[in-house]
């Protein structure tokens, strides 16, 4: 019995132990599966990153294609416009030039009408004939004085106690003070002899001539300009204070007839403006009546002038309104614009004929 019980117990050891074999093999298989799912599932996440990942290239590709399309047709569009625009340009110049042809033209025609009018009238008055300097004349007083090419030389002429020689010195930033060394000398009579010649020290190149005053015993109006050898000048700046004089308008007829550049400028605004404050100081003693007695002395002196250029056969033309202190004040400081009239202006325009003079572009070059 004994042994009996004991192979009964070793079948059921053996059992047991086939049992456990068989749930052991069981699990190595299921944990075989696992792994092999596991594996697929991790090949599939490999593809589906490398497609991704190609898809993205691809999409990358297409994205710098169509920047570089894009890219090509904005430089194919810009190119475009430029040439239209050069087009353009060239066009505006083209027109340009056929209007100051035709500007030209028509200056030139008017011009010779005017002087063909003006002989005649001389003519009828009895008056000689214009005698035009020879290329000696021409010489001689450029050599006298110091007349250099591709410098710009500017007269300041008009009837003598006009006021000239303060504006030479305004214009080249000296007062009248008498400290100042390089200053023309001025006075309340005609101190100027001769035609003097400055310098002025911000622009190398500019030259102003302080011009003797005409009308007086020495130098009588009818002989003024070719006596002065005026007709060399680049600008004639013409100084007139009270009132248009016969010196004036021949001043003007001659500088028309040479060609130079011509402003025309009422000095002394400041005084003129403080007599009248003076005559009427009810209407004129505030801050507010000064600035109608500036405007009064403006609008009275722009139609005397209109009325006396067309008594005269004169084409109109600007008269600008100044001050010497505030030409001076303009000069030391281009902001110094309180109680100016036309100094701004002037300066400004002057400065564009200089520089057109001197073929210099305005837009890039220096202020004057």
């Known amino acids: ?22 749930e052991l093999q069981e699990k190595l298989l299921q944990a075989d599966l696992r792994r092999a799912q596991d594996l ?13 990942s190609r898809q993205i290239q691809r999409e990358n590709r297409e994205a710098m294609e169509r920047m570089e399309t894009e890219n090509r047709k904005a430089r194919e569009e810009q190119q475009r416009m430029l040439q239209m625009l050069m087009r353009k340009e060239e066009e505006r110049k083209m027109n340009d030039l056929a209007r100051k042809i035709e500007h030209d033209a028509n200056e030139r025609v008017q011009n010779e009408l005017w002087l063909r009018r003006e002989a ?13 300097p020879t290329g000696e004349d021409i010489t001689a007083v450029r050599k006298m004085y110091q007349y250099q090419e591709n410098h710009v030389h500017i007269a300041v002429s008009g009837v003598s106690g006009g006021g000239k020689s303060s504006l030479v010195n305004a214009f080249r930033g000296y007062s009248n003070s008498g400290r100042e060394t390089n200053a023309a000398k001025t006075g309340t009579v005609e101190t100027t002899a001769q035609i ?25 109006d009818w002989q003024y300009f070719n006596d002065q050898g005026l007709y060399i000048f680049d600008i004639m700046i013409i100084v007139v204070d009270i009132r248009f004089t ?33 005559d009427d100081p009810d209407e004129y003693d505030s801050p507010l009546g000064r600035r109608w007695a500036s405007d009064k002395f403006t609008f009275d002196t722009r139609q005397q002038f209109e009325t006396v250029f067309v008594a005269a056969g004169l084409p109109p033309q600007k ?47 220096q202020d004057f």
């Open 120 to 132: 005649e009238r001389n003519l009828e008055a009895g008056i000689p004939p214009v005698k035009y």
């Open 196 to 220: 003097g010649r400055h310098s002025d020290p911000a622009q190398p190149w500019m030259f102003w001539y302080d011009v003797p005053g005409a009308g007086t015993l020495q130098v009588p």
């Open 246 to 278: 016969k010196i004036d308008v021949v001043l003007l007829y001659n500088c028309r007839r040479f060609g130079i550049t011509t402003f025309v400028v009422r000095s002394k605004s400041d005084q003129h403006i403080n007599n009248i404050v003076e």
């Open 319 to 365: 008269v600008y309104i100044v001050s010497r202190k505030y030409i001076l004040g303009l000069i030391r400081d281009p902001q110094a614009l309180a109680g100016t009239i036309d100094e701004a202006e002037l300066i400004g325009d002057i400065a564009s004929v200089v520089d057109k003079k001197r073929g210099v572009d305005r837009l890039h070059a």
């Open 40 to 52: 697929v599932e991790h090949m599939k996440a490999v593809q589906q990153a490398e497609e991704k």
């Open 1 to 22: 019995m004994e042994r009996e019980q004991q192979i009964t117990d070793l079948n059921e050891n053996v059992a047991k132990m086939q049992e456990e074999a068989r």
